[in-house]
């Protein structure tokens, strides 16, 4: 296969996945449901195949799920969280994996949406900027920030492509309602 030249000018195997779908892996989020507490119904608006509702199961939360484009065989809806032409499920907390080039947008409708908390999987240097501290983080309750000791690979969702060697740092970033004081920080390995 032919590297492609990214924004970056940084060869890359692939094309942008369609709608930045990227899949998360279980583990990563059996790490954040083992470390972060949820109680009542979640969300995840950006579900993909179901990886999250499906570990929310396993530790009992009661996670439903949907997204842009059917990609689990029916078993969610489809919507676009974004669109708020939709009246949305009434749900306590908000948990996903977001599509990066809008992942900001996704933050904002997710603490309108979520009655208690919403944690979003981004990567790391998604805490740096000047401009996204004064959008985001000087406006919102960041209640939490949980790091990987080990580096995530989320190879894109629409492909048949092996996950191996993660070359980016991830971390969960949980908003919180009512949250006061400085966030805290965590890590999950």
């Not at 990214?6 to 998360?24: C, I, L, Q, T, W």
């Not at 449901?33 to 009992?60: H, K, L, M, N």
Request: with cysteine; charged share 25%; net charge neutral.
């Amino acid at each position: 296969m032919t590297a492609l030249a990214s924004s970056s000018g940084v060869p890359r195997k692939h094309e942008r996945a369609a709608h930045d779908y990227y899949r998360e892996p279980v583990w990563a989020v059996q790490a954040l449901f083992s470390a972060e507490r949820f109680a009542g119904r979640g969300w995840d608006p950006a579900c993909g195949s179901g990886t999250i509702p499906t570990v929310g199961y396993q530790f009992e939360l009661d996670v439903i799920g949907s997204d842009i484009v059917d990609r689990a065989a029916g078993r969610f809806p489809v919507r676009d969280f974004l669109d708020t032409g939709y009246a949305d499920p009434e749900v306590e907390f908000v948990v996903t994996n977001p599509p990066f080039n809008c992942a900001e947008l996704f933050i904002e409708r997710g603490l309108k949406v979520a009655r208690q908390k919403a944690a979003f999987l981004v990567r790391l240097a998604f805490l740096e900027g000047q401009g996204r501290r004064e959008r985001i983080f000087d406006r919102l309750p960041l209640a939490r920030v949980w790091v990987y000791s080990r580096r995530i690979s989320m190879p894109p969702g629409d492909l048949d492509v092996e996950a191996k060697g993660g070359a980016v740092a991830f971390a969960w970033i949980v908003f919180e309602h009512g949250w006061r004081g400085p966030p805290q920080l965590g890590w999950l390995s």
